[in-house]
């Protein structure tokens, strides 16, 4: 599906701010106009707190880790039968 987004032109630097655009904006226009700098935002946050709780001493994080709980099974018989 897609949306299409009216472009609307931009202030020069040497025109005030006008708010009068802004005070007819729901909040489902919001989103849609500014989702993708939010999402952005969200995802550097997400990732920046992830490098931060990585330990510096990891030679490998996708090493085998231990399992909490020890396997009792020693051996399994694994059968896949079409049309059963």
């Given amino acids: ?3 299409s987004i009216p472009r609307t032109n931009r202030a020069s630097a040497d025109e005030p701010m006008s ?3 802004l005070r007819h904006m729901t909040r ?3 989103f849609q106009t ?3 700098g939010l999402g952005a935002a ?3 946050s997400l990732l920046a ?3 931060r ?4 001493g990891d030679a490998n994080p996708l090493a085998a880790k231990p ?7 020693k051996h399994v018989i694994y059968l896949h039968m079409a049309g059963s």
């Fill in 28 to 30: 489902r226009h919001f």
């Fill in 42 to 44: 969200a995802l550097h």
């Fill in 49 to 51: 707190n992830d490098s």
């Fill in 67 to 73: 399992p909490m709980i020890p396997a009792r099974a």
């Fill in 19 to 21: 708010l009068a655009p």
């Fill in 53 to 56: 709780a990585a330990a510096p």
């Fill in 1 to 3: 599906m897609r949306y």
């Fill in 34 to 36: 500014s989702g993708l």
